[in-house]
């Protein structure tokens, strides 16, 4: 199993990026996927999960700004996060939940004015 996230960088508050994690390993469709984050100093927090059958979910302190989003014939799954706030800040990781010891390299996110 190999997760690579990317898409991470510098935005300002109240900015947007978008971010991608390709599968490789894993018949991707069948699993449910999930975003992670971890501040420095922190515990590494779950934001958000899209399961094989496209339902979503998130941590109440993204919903309504983050969107999480699969494309299953590119074994990708897709972060967008808008109205970027300063302790949305970390690095962001994706991770099948069915294979939960393969975590990848992540991307970092920072929102800094």
């Known amino acids: 199993v190999q997760l690579q996230a990317s898409g991470g960088g510098l935005v300002q508050p109240g900015g947007s990026l978008g971010l991608s994690c390709k599968a490789s390993?894993?018949?991707?469709?069948?699993?449910?996927m999930d975003w992670y984050r971890q501040a420095p100093g922190k515990e590494r927090e779950l934001v958000a999960t899209i399961n094989s059958d496209f339902t979503t979910s998130y941590v109440d302190s993204v919903k309504g700004r983050f969107t999480v989003s699969r494309d299953n014939v590119r074994r990708t799954t897709y972060l967008q996060m808008n109205s970027l706030r300063p302790e949305d800040s970390g690095v962001y990781y994706c991770n099948c939940r069915s294979f939960p010891s393969y975590w990848g390299e992540g991307t970092l996110v920072t929102v800094s004015s």
């Open positions: 390993g894993i018949n991707f469709r069948l699993y449910i």
